[in-house]
């Protein structure tokens, strides 16, 4: 599916993750960095005021990066708002564009199972006209997941450096290079609710949308977008 969708004109392949909680503040990440003198930094991180949710949106074939930090909760919501704000901010990029494959692990918050993620990714489906087909890695082969290589990239350039505000995250997510690309990072500052499910008929009316596969139930699913009558 990787190989036709990187062939199809028509079609646009990302990769999505998220990654632990950063806590904001004069800590120590176990990093290095140049200078003449090393950075001063605290060797606990107790009580941090301020946390960020980072997650990411990696195109594997023209190496353009964006990255979405919350103040909140890592949950569905969280990922396909920050879906829609990189559609936002590209959708002038992608003339003729029909249909969007995306690359992820089956964790908690974006799983095959996940009736609010599904919910939210058929009502993105339907305000955009995409075609949406989640293609998931299997158990423990996250690292295949193109933006799994991304992230370990930012996290040796920002490590020996204080990521002591929110202000200083987002400028050093924003200033880190990807295949010679800048990445484009910004702030979902939104309250994320956990625990938010769909159940009964609208359980039902969601499962009749999506077309999952035959052989991978839960690893293959499609999305088609509602036809709009005129």
């Given at each position: 599916?990787n190989r036709?969708a990187?062939?199809?004109?028509?079609?646009?392949r990302?990769?999505i993750d998220?990654k632990a909680?950063?806590n904001?503040?004069?800590?120590?990440?176990?990093?290095?960095?140049?200078?003449?003198?090393?950075v001063k930094?605290?060797?606990h991180?107790?009580c941090?005021?301020v946390k960020?949710?980072?997650?990411g949106?990696?195109?594997?074939v023209?190496?353009?990066?964006?990255l979405f930090?919350g103040?909140?909760y890592?949950?569905?919501d969280?990922?396909?708002?920050?879906?829609?704000?990189?559609?936002?901010?590209r959708k002038q990029?992608?003339?003729?564009?029909k249909q969007l494959?995306i690359?992820?692990?089956?964790?908690?918050e974006?799983s095959?199972r996940r009736t609010?993620?599904l919910l939210?990714l058929i009502?993105?489906?339907?305000e955009?006209?995409?075609?949406?087909r989640?293609?998931?890695y299997p158990?423990?082969?996250s690292?295949?997941?193109?933006?799994?290589r991304?992230?370990a990239?930012?996290?040796k350039?920002?490590?020996?450096?204080l990521?002591d505000?929110?202000?200083?995250?987002?400028r050093?997510a924003g200033?880190f290079?990807?295949?010679?690309?800048r990445?484009?990072?910004r702030?979902?500052?939104g309250?994320?609710?956990k625990g938010?499910?769909?159940?009964g008929?609208?359980?039902?009316?969601?499962?009749?949308?999506?077309?999952?596969?035959t052989?991978?139930?839960?690893?293959d699913i499609?999305?088609?977008?509602?036809?709009?009558n005129l």
């Open positions: 599916m036709l990187d062939t199809d004109p028509e079609t646009i990302i990769s998220t909680t950063i904001v503040g004069e800590y120590s990440r176990g990093g290095r960095s140049r200078g003449l003198k090393s930094a605290l060797d991180d107790m941090p005021k960020l949710v980072p997650g949106i990696l195109e594997p023209t190496g353009r990066s964006f930090f103040t909140s890592k949950t569905s969280f990922i396909v708002d920050g879906l829609q704000l990189w559609l936002k901010e990029e992608f003339g003729g564009l494959v690359n992820m692990d089956n964790g908690p974006c095959g609010q993620f939210r009502k993105f489906s339907d955009t006209g995409l075609c949406i989640i293609i998931y158990p423990y082969h690292k295949y997941n193109s933006i799994e991304y992230w990239g930012l996290e350039s920002w490590n020996g450096y990521l505000t929110v202000d200083t995250v987002i050093r200033n290079l990807w295949k010679g690309l990445t484009s990072a702030l979902l500052d309250v994320y609710e938010i499910k769909v159940c008929d609208e359980k039902v009316e969601l499962e009749q949308r999506l077309q999952r596969s052989t991978l139930h839960w690893w499609t999305i088609q977008p509602k036809a709009v």
